[in-house]
């Protein structure tokens, strides 16, 4: 039989390609046509998969022929089939079988010229039995793209083997005609050029083994500029950068963040472009020198660069492989400081701003105006003058965008003129109950107060970025003054002057309760993350506590859960930046149970938790997305928890992660709202290792965008837990899609990778924005002097309503804010043309404590409310309880209508447009302003000294301080019982008792009543604060707090707590008790604890200390807290009183004793008396620093 012959027999047995000269097939093997060399060089080139074996040839020249032809192929004796490879899965674009991802891998098992390939799926079908298109080609490999395949249907999974010599190449007779010569070197001067030469193939009946067209590497002649860089191995480029190697050959593997294929990456040499990564993330470089010196630059959209070096070796081949890591946003590290200088000093301003890559370019502005020729992070500004006060910022960008940090202030004083104001400001406070002053016809007395600001201070002329000492305006000279009280003296001190002084070191805390947002249970023994650093842990009921480090400018705290039930929750909480504790109640989302599916499957899943309402979203997950945390394409099932936040659900909203805020492309802080936030969790289902996912589609239902210009602005984003900012994941682009037979929806769609552990949200920048000015107050008083610092207000931006097609109930934004000495502004989303496009709630919490808003009920009170009409109206203004009384009374909903322009009454507050925000933050106490309050019940303290708890720089150096260390706040409460069928206001009555600087003097009074046990009705208890003994602020010796407890009325002490009384005696000296209508002791030094009825807490934050104390006095235990008061528990005195019923002003009168009496010691002897009353009788000396000799003038009153 001829050749020709022995061709037609080949026969369709399997899934063997072999190629054929001059014969193509298509995927059912019907030979097509016949065609010369060209044709059988391009079926060599694999257009098609072509079904072939090659059967042993029939009619073949007998075995004993002499002449049997060399050329003639054997299968069974010189070749044999490789292992099965798959380096490639159906995901993405579809399968790749390439030659060369497979030799990446298994370099010594595929040999160099395959004969043939097999393909089978790894079900083990044969290709040419599952329908679909395919290709292949010996030397490439083999390939299945999912588009060619039918709708909805992607390719299968398939494996290759390949077809190679066995052991050591045979010789086979080609047929190739000589090779031409080597064209000449297409290179110039220095640079690298190819050469050719080729080869015809002979034989128009077999097929010629080995390429027709050879390719070489040149070099151009040398340049006449002379190069220095010498090389370990190869050859200098013709740039002199680098050192190239003609035989070696790199390949290299790239892999994004969280592992998936980095595809299309750019591999660079000297800022080069060299090659892109394939479809898998593999590339090859030729004529690289493996000498170790030689760095490549990796770059991909969305991650950081990375560079790498060539490994060093000997081999012609080396593998290089890299991991890239998600780029990170530029993020301010600290704000440039405040800072007050005098005319022609010289100051600096520093900004750090941290991201990758770094940024590369800062720019300085002064009053929004651009500062020249400023170019660095620090910004040095010599011989000042006047016109050069005011705020300065720094903006810094980069590779990965831009941001601005917060402006600060310069304030520059004449060389002549007053550092700080020394005439103090006017600061009311209020006097005891029976302390009503004739003189002023109020319960108020002023004592004056020096303004909070920094100062010059004594600096010297280094240029810094921060002060080494923090000068602030503070109580220079103070006054002892004496109110006349029914029955009493009361002392006070007066501030009668202010200057500069080192600033009251304070630090910031924030702690509170970590619980689920839908019960309350406690997140117990979670961890807390700042910067991706552990810093703290949740207790057992869910509390915490975090000192803000120094410098800290955003705080961004993460819980984590260990116990798997709540998602991971990134918060930016707000803090005082003065110092203090501030309390927040972190609510966590409950992790939503997994459903099992299978990773080889298409899935799709359902975001929405609107009960009767269609999902928000579906997120759509195609077959073989999966991918092990190393890159390894995952295959089983998968164990998927999807949690959605869904704002159509109200009470969702103090769940919300984050502030909602994103840095724009001019490096503002800019606001989102919100469709909705999703947490991912995709876990093995055998072994419960975390997975990641390649592209997964998120289809979000256009019919809940209830704002149609919405529609064209959505993004996807993504949560970064370090800065506590949003970061753009992709667009979203309409798309419309079938849902059965008859319905069709519109959707918008977009693409994510699930590659890190992220929250994920649907939202659009939002640019109608306003800010609202709210107060917290100490009663329903409303006084300027009595504003409370340190409250959290909270905002929920509700939907459209109004001329918007919307579910009421939706939120689209939460923000909270601190207050301070002037109260706080909120940000908010407002419309200048209707009114009611945007509604608000708007709440109040101190230390977990709700405040109470202004009633709207039975009629609008513009004086209480604190906004004047006709705007008040058009904000309507509604309490809670407004329609439904068994409501809360704690929140309030407005219109958030943006001021008319030019409208007086609209100009003043309390909504201000989003450009007047230091108009609204420094607007005076008259501006309009919404308020909350204390429910403050009977409670009252006085201190000599005054002090404000909110604010610590208030803290004055003085002997009669009630708290005599900053920083250091030791609070002191004793339990007292009271049989009597009426509550019983009870006072402390705090004087000092052992030291001489303050023996016989008062430190303060506390007044409250008592609380009624909620079983028994003829019995009440009060836990009642008192002055603590220890150091004064001195730190030199210890006061032993001369204690009074005086209840209200016709009572009689009927028991004191054994132990504390053996305590008492055990520890001299010993206060008289001889008046059983009260009860005097010198208070112990020990925190003594609830067995004795004294309880002592000492924290950094006074407020904290006091409601810790309080707590455990309640609940009578030395370890829990309760607001329910038991009575039997934890009872240091007990007293028994009258039927008589305390009316709300406390009459103390009776049994108050005179400031002189204070002859009430037994055992100190007579020298100790005489000395109490040589302290008593003289004109009450000064006691602070500032006056050590107590020369200051005195005034009586």
């Not at 530029?330 to 005098?342: E, G, T, W, Y």
């Not at 009114?835 to 709440?843: E, G, I, K």
């Not at 240091?1132 to 709300?1144: I, M, N, S, Y």
């Amino acid at each position: 039989m001829n050749q020709s012959t022995c061709r037609s027999e080949a026969v369709l047995l399997g899934s063997i390609l072999f190629p054929v000269p001059g014969a193509e097939y298509t995927q059912q093997g019907e030979e097509v046509q016949r065609s010369d060399t060209k044709s059988s060089l391009k079926m060599a080139l694999g257009l098609f998969l072509v079904i072939l074996v090659i059967m042993p040839a029939q009619g073949l020249r007998s075995s004993d022929s002499k002449d049997t032809d060399p050329s003639v192929y054997h299968t069974e004796d010189n070749y044999e089939w490789t292992t099965w490879f798959n380096v490639d899965h159906p995901g993405g674009r579809g399968d790749y079988e390439q030659l060369d991802a497979i030799r990446f891998y298994y370099r010594a098992r595929v040999c160099g010229t395959p004969r043939a390939l097999e393909a089978r799926t790894t079900e083990w079908v044969p290709a040419r039995e599952t329908g679909e298109k395919v290709h292949a080609d010996p030397t490439v490999g083999f390939w299945c793209l999912n588009e060619e395949q039918g709708p909805d249907q992607n390719c299968s999974n398939y494996a290759v083997r390949f077809l190679c010599p066995k052991g050591i190449s045979l010789t086979l007779q080609d047929t190739w005609s000589s090779w031409t010569d080597w064209s000449p070197c297409s290179a110039l001067c220095g640079q690298v050029g190819v050469q050719i030469r080729s080869r015809i193939c002979n034989s128009h009946l077999r097929y010629c083994n080995g390429p027709k067209v050879e390719r070489k590497e040149c070099q151009g002649p040398e340049c006449q500029t002379e190069c220095s860089m010498q090389c370990v191995m190869g050859k200098v480029n013709a740039e002199c950068d680098t050192c190239m190697c003609e035989e070696h050959t790199l390949l290299g593997s790239a892999r994004g963040a969280g592992g998936l294929i980095a595809e299309g990456a750019a591999i660079l040499l000297s800022k080069n472009l060299l090659t892109l990564t394939d479809h898998n993330g593999h590339f090859r470089i030729p004529g690289l020198c493996p000498d170790g010196n030689t760095t490549l630059t990796i770059r991909q959209q969305g991650h950081a660069p990375l560079n790498v070096v060539v490994p060093k070796s000997t081999e012609r081949t080396s593998v290089l492989s890299v991991q890239l890591k998600r780029e990170e946003k530029l993020h301010v590290l600290s704000n440039p400081d405040s800072k007050a200088r005098r005319e022609g000093q010289t100051t600096a301003f520093c900004c750090n701003v941290a991201g990758i890559p770094q940024p590369d370019k800062y720019q300085w502005f002064h009053n929004n105006s651009l500062l020249g020729r400023q170019s660095e992070n620090i910004l040095v500004l010599k011989d000042l003058h006047p016109e050069q006060a005011g705020e300065y910022y720094c903006r810094a960008s980069g590779p990965t965008g831009a941001i601005k940090t917060k402006p600060a202030t310069l304030k520059i004083i004449g060389r002549n003129s007053h550092s700080c104001e020394p005439t103090p400001q006017s600061h009311l406070i209020r006097l005891p109950h029976d302390c009503y002053q004739n003189g002023t016809n109020s319960f108020y007395y002023d004592v004056g107060k020096c303004a909070s600001s920094t100062c010059v201070g004594q600096l010297d002329n280094g240029i810094r970025c921060k002060d080494k000492v923090a000068y602030c305006c503070g109580v220079a000279k103070m006054e002892e003054r004496h109110l006349t009280c029914q029955g009493y003296q009361l002392p006070t001190m007066v501030v009668t002057e202010c200057g500069c002084q080192k600033c009251v070191d304070t630090k910031a805390i924030v702690h509170g309760r970590a619980i689920a947002a839908d019960n309350a249970e406690p997140m117990r023994f979670g961890h807390i993350f700042m910067n991706g650093v552990r810093i703290s842990r949740t207790g057992y009921k869910g509390t915490f506590s975090i000192h803000v480090p120094p410098e800290t400018e955003r705080l961004v705290l993460t819980f984590v859960d260990n116990m798997n039930k709540f998602i991971n929750t990134t918060k930016v909480l707000p803090f005082n930046t003065k110092g203090g504790a501030v309390y927040h109640e972190i609510k966590l989302l409950r992790k939503k149970e997994p459903v099992t599916m299978s990773s080889l499957e298409s899935n799709t899943l359902d975001l929405g938790e609107a009960t009767g309402q269609e999902p928000m979203a579906h997120i759509q997950i195609p077959p073989n997305s999966f991918y092990k945390l190393n890159g390894e394409v995952f295959v089983g099932n998968v164990d998927a928890s999807v949690t959605f936040l869904d704002p159509r659900d109200v009470s969702t909203a103090a769940a919300a992660q984050s502030d909602l805020n994103f840095v724009g492309n001019e490096g503002d802080m800019l606001p989102l709202r919100t469709y909705g936030m999703f947490s991912v969790d995709f876990r093995d289902g055998e072994t419960n290792e975390p997975l990641n996912a390649g592209e997964v589609k998120v289809l979000l239902d256009s019919a809940q965008v209830t704002m149609s210009e919405h529609l064209s602005t959505m993004k996807l984003w993504s949560l970064n837990p370090d800065t506590g900012l949003w970061e753009v994941e992709g667009s979203l682009e309409v798309e419309k899609k079938s849902r059965g037979k008859r319905e069709e929806r519109t959707f918008l769609i977009g693409n994510v990778e699930i590659r890190e552990r992220r929250l994920f949200n649907l939202d659009v920048p939002e640019n109608r924005r306003c800010y609202v000015k709210v107060r917290a107050f100490r009663s329903e008083r409303f006084m300027p002097s009595e504003q409370v610092g340190g409250v959290v207000v909270s905002l929920i931006n509700m939907e459209p309503t109004a001329g918007f097609s919307t579910n009421p109930r939706a939120w689209g934004r939460f923000d909270s804010v601190i207050t301070g000495s002037n109260g706080a502004c909120l940000p908010a989303f407002c419309d200048d043309q209707k009114t009611d496009a945007y509604s608000a709630y708007v709440m109040a919490n101190l230390g977990g404590e709700e405040l109470e808003a202004v009633p709207s009920l039975p009629k609008l009170n513009p004086n209480l409310i604190g906004v004047p009409q006709p705007y008040l109206s058009k904000l309507n203004y509604r309490r809670t309880d407004h329609e439904n009384h068994r409501l809360k009374k704690t929140a309030f909903s407005i219109n958030l209508a943006k001021p008319t322009p030019n409208t007086a009454e609209e100009s003043n507050g309390p909504v201000y447009a989003f450009e007047n925000l230091k108009q609204c933050e420094e607007a005076p106490f008259s501006a309009a302003h919404f308020r909350f309050s204390r429910v403050e019940g009977d409670r009252y303290d006085y201190n000599t000294v005054p002090f404000n708890e909110d604010d610590p720089m208030s803290w004055t150096e003085d002997y009669l301080s009630w708290w005599p260390k900053p920083m250091e706040y030791r609070a002191c409460y004793v339990k007292v019982k009271m049989n009597s069928p009426h509550e019983i206001n009870v006072r402390s009555h705090n004087m000092g008792g052992t030291h001489p600087k303050t023996v016989g003097q008062l430190y303060g009074l506390r007044d409250i009543r008592s609380t009624r046990d909620m079983e028994q009705t003829a019995v009440s208890a009060v836990c009642l604060e008192f002055k603590c003994s220890g150091m004064l602020y001195d730190q030199e010796r210890v006061d032993r707090t001369l204690v009074k407890v005086i209840p209200q009325g016709s009572c009689k002490r009927d028991h004191v707590n054994p132990l504390l009384q053996e305590y008492l005696v055990n520890h001299l000296p010993l206060a008289v008790n001889n008046d059983t209508n009260q009860f005097t002791m010198l208070a112990p030094l020990d925190p003594l604890g609830h067995n004795y009825g004294i309880y002592t807490v000492t924290d950094q934050d006074p407020r904290t200390a006091k409601e810790i104390a309080l707590g455990r006095c309640f609940d009578g235990t030395s370890d829990s807290t309760s607001r329910v008061m038991k009575t039997n528990e934890g009872v240091a005195l007990t007293f028994t009183c009258g039927d008589r019923e305390v009316t709300r002003q406390s009459v103390f009168q009776a049994l108050q004793n005179s400031q002189g009496q204070t002859n009430v010691l037994r055992g100190e002897g007579r020298q100790n008396r005489r000395r109490q009353r040589a302290n008593t009788s003289r004109n009450s000396r000064r006691r602070s620093t500032r006056d050590p000799q107590g020369r200051g003038k005195k005034a009586r009153s």
